[in-house]
């Protein structure tokens, strides 16, 4: 039962991460990241590849996020072109493009068969409950430290021009500041953690597959945020919470409900996501959490 | 030659592009938000078409229960949902649009299960003309979504609720002050964008395989045909989407199988960052 | 040395916004720009300000060209706009609001504000004293932690003043200061204007209420149908039998 606690909170603090990037890129920025996926697969099959060179993981996990990190950049350019609702297209297209070049360079990522035996965290020190408490204290604290600087974020002058962005992009640029840079910033730093909690992931899990990155975990990741209350870290780290309670209560409730198979339940989860989404859309656009004007 | 065939076959692939986007543009145009839905309507669509036709033996009854159906859901999906967004930001609204996306997709998941379905149409053998060999299911399905395509045009352009749903598309504020009733001309909107939807989602059906995903997968090529055809412009979407339909067949000896799909995606890139109006875009922002 | 604006035109699709505009604010000067709806006295704030490119036509300011400058880069040089309908950054406070817009902030840079914080708090607290006498002078001292969304619309008028004043811009453009303004805030905004304009801050003001700026500027240019039609002191513009015409439909 520890050692399933365990898992349990290594996956939520792994989408803890995701949530915060999304909190930064679109929460705090309006940055509209539908590929959001995309960025933790960059980062899940450069730390998978490179430790399977025999890369110490300490060397592997910062490269998922440059990698991440210099993925977003490119779509950083263009974002700065492009409407909102544009951009948000855009970025679902990189998600799926980035799976469509992970199925199709079968040489470099094994294709549709994956890439098994991901060496795993603190491998060498320790099996069992102590090297999964091990993995889960290092995700924690390196989630901790997100935290920690998103809330210096928040409360500091590159914190008030990104809102300002968010809120009103032209007034911004009608007092002398170019939105451009920060923007750019902002989706690294974002995609940077999505790519570290990939890194996470591939190295938990140790086995990874194209369809792992599909764009519905961008969108459970939204579903955390909108649930949560957007713009607000609390909010994601609530979100994230109450997004695992229902992905991993669906999966209790499979097991002892009979006659559901794994199949229907996961159409199910897919049907609540999606109502989910619309029901804060109409009816609480503030998440749980409250309106981001108060901190 | 090859190439030649492989343009006629990315002909029937182009006018199910076309046909998404036709719908999606629509819906660009006048409700002024890109509805991520639109994919898994046309799922939808497929797998009515599926069931009667497996029912009735009859691929129009098929079709027919599908247009139907499909309006109806479409209809549904805007007096439950995208009505009350009205005047929320784009953002919202393609958030829900998502949302409803999943249930669709949730919906035909459980009763339909995950496992591909084919439709029992008799294969026969291709004719030739000029060289080519041309496929009579092709013919007959191209057949279908022209037919479509006349009807919908014959209703934006020779109808009186048309010609509102062009003008509102145009301009909103200039359709309102001439007296244009905006809710007539959303139901009659989404009516038309879902029936659209589901004729290519049934060609689509007809052509490859039905699972839960179809649609979905669809929606890369379907958004990047409407912006390359220009937002709000029905005959540019259906031309944007042969164009794409054809283009990536074409390729796909160069680029592979798996990535001609990925066309989408660089032709979407382009049009956005050259001529963000498309090829047949009217007015700059369309908000 | 002035702003400068030189035989502007701008069309969109067959409709022409503006046909040859010309205009000048000296250094220090305060100039109200009257017309009536749909003159294009706020397709011209455009195109001064950078969001929008004239189809000809060049504009100075300060004797350098800003034709290559974004919109930014133009508000940089101390030519700094407000909107007609204000554009407050809703759910920030009145305060952020205000220092957001104060310019070359150490703590914008992440590395900034990781690695010099020390600089960061400094610069922070001395910002914070700045806007507290803007707030002040603008008497927003009760909304000052007020979400900036919640306020009136004259008060948003007027946190649009306080950040363009945290620039430290040479010359304002008001895009109608008085519009949507209960009358009492009215009489303050012209007064906080003329004693800025004391303190050497030009204003380019754009107004339809036409008594309130004939009270406020003593230069006035009348637009209509996207041309100059005059120029001059209030008294001589009110008496031009064609702005009579033109924008009072010769009912005064």
């Known amino acids: ?295 | 030659m090859f190439y030649a065939q492989l343009a006629v076959n990315g002909l029937v692939q182009g006018l199910v592009v076309g046909l998404g986007a036709l719908a999606l543009t629509l819906v660009f145009g006048i409700a002024r938000f890109p509805n991520a839905a639109t994919g898994d309507t046309m799922t939808f669509g497929a797998y009515t078409a599926l069931t009667v036709h497996k029912a009735s033996g009859s691929l129009a009854l098929g079709s027919i229960a599908a247009v139907g159906g499909a309006a109806v859901l479409a209809l549904v999906a805007y007096l439950t949902v995208f009505k009350r967004l009205a005047g929320r930001s784009v953002v919202s609204l393609l958030v829900a649009s998502i949302g409803i996306g999943f249930m669709i997709r949730a919906g035909l998941g459980v009763a339909f299960g995950h496992q591909q379905q084919v439709f029992n149409v008799p294969l026969s053998r291709p004719i030739r003309i000029a060289g080519l060999a041309i496929n009579p299911l092709d013919l007959q399905l191209a057949t279908v979504a022209v037919v479509a395509l006349a009807a919908v045009f014959a209703i934006l352009y020779l109808t009186p609720i048309g010609r509102q749903m062009r003008a509102v598309a145009d301009n909103r504020d200039l359709a309102r002050v001439s007296g244009i009733r905006p809710e007539r001309v959303m139901t009659a909107m989404w009516l038309i964008a879902g029936g659209v939807s589901a004729v290519g989602g049934m060609m689509l059906g007809i052509k490859t395989i039905v699972s839960p995903e179809v649609g979905w997968e669809m929606l890369l090529p379907i958004f990047a045909a409407t912006i390359l055809g220009g937002i709000g412009s029905p005959v540019g979407a259906v031309v944007a989407g042969l164009v794409l339909g054809v283009a990536q067949e074409v390729s796909t000896p160069f680029v592979g199988f798996t990535y001609k799909i990925a066309l989408s995606f660089v032709v979407l890139l382009a049009v956005l960052l050259v001529r963000p109006r498309g090829l047949f875009g009217r007015i700059e922002g369309v908000r | 040395m002035s702003l400068q604006v030189t035989n502007i035109s701008k069309a969109f699709g067959g409709f022409k916004a503006l046909s040859g505009v010309s205009l000048e604010v000296p250094m220090g000067g305060l100039v109200g720009l009257i017309g009536p709806n749909g003159a294009g006295k706020s397709t011209l704030f455009s195109v001064i300000s950078g969001f929008m490119p004239p189809d000809e036509g060049a504009i100075g300011f300060d004797g350098r060209s800003l034709d290559g400058l974004n919109p930014a880069g133009r508000a940089r040089t101390g030519l700094v706009r407000t909107f007609q309908v204000p554009r407050e950054f809703a759910h920030l406070t009145v305060r952020e609001n205000m220092m957001a817009a104060a310019p070359g902030q150490t703590g914008e840079s992440l590395v900034g504000l990781f690695l010099r914080a020390g600089k960061v708090r400094e610069e922070e607290e001395r910002l914070a004293e700045e806007v507290r006498e803007v707030i002040r002078f603008l008497r927003l001292e009760r909304v000052a932690d007020e979400p900036a969304g919640k306020l009136s619309g004259g008060q948003k008028k007027l946190v649009e003043l306080g950040r363009a004043l945290l620039v430290k811009p040479r010359l304002i453009l008001l895009d109608e200061p008085f519009a949507g303004v209960n009358p009492v805030l009215i009489g303050e905004i012209m007064e906080r204007i003329r004693e800025l304009n004391g303190r050497g801050i030009g204003f380019l003001v754009i107004e339809h209420d036409l008594e309130a700026l004939t009270r406020l500027a003593p230069q006035l240019y009348v637009m209509d149908q996207g041309r100059i039609l005059t120029m001059g002191a209030p008294d001589a513009v009110l008496a031009d039998a064609r702005v009579r015409e033109a924008y009072l439909g010769g009912a005064v």
């Open chain 1, 1 to 295: 039962m520890d050692a399933y606690l365990a898992a349990i909170a290594i996956i939520a603090l792994i989408y803890m991460l995701l949530s915060l990037g999304l909190t930064l890129q679109y929460g705090l920025t309006g940055l509209i990241n539908f590929g959001h996926v995309g960025f933790f697969a960059i980062g899940a099959y450069t730390s998978a590849l490179l430790s399977l060179q025999g890369l110490p993981l300490a060397l592997t996990i910062p490269a998922a996020a440059v990698t991440a990190g210099l993925a977003a950049w490119p779509i950083g350019l263009i974002s700065l072109r492009l409407r909102d609702d544009y951009f948000a297209i855009v970025t679902l297209g990189f998600s799926e493009t980035v799976r469509l070049v992970i199925t199709s360079e079968k040489w470099l990522t094994n294709g549709v068969q994956g890439i098994p035996g991901i060496p795993r965290l603190f491998e060498t020190i320790s099996v069992g409950i102590g090297a999964q408490l091990a993995v889960m204290g290092l995700i924690l604290a390196v989630t901790l430290a997100a935290i920690y600087a998103m809330r210096r974020i928040v409360a500091s002058p590159f914190g008030r021009v990104i809102e300002a962005i968010r809120d009103n992009e032209e007034a911004l640029q009608a007092l002398g500041k170019d939105p451009a840079g920060f923007k750019i910033q902002v989706l690294i730093l974002g995609s940077a953690l999505a790519g570290i909690a990939g890194a996470f992931y591939a190295h938990y899990i140790t086995y990874i597959v194209p369809d792992q990155f599909i764009p519905l975990v961008t969108f459970y990741v939204w579903m955390a945020i909108i649930i949560g209350g957007v713009g607000r870290v609390s909010g994601a780290i609530v979100g994230t919470g109450l997004l695992m309670l229902f992905l991993e209560g669906s999966r209790f409730l499979r097991d002892i409900v009979p006659g559901v198979s794994e199949v229907e339940m996961a159409s199910l989860r897919i049907g609540v996501v999606g109502l989910l989404l619309v029901l804060f859309t109409i009816y609480r656009p503030q998440g749980l959490m409250g309106d981001f004007t108060k901190r």
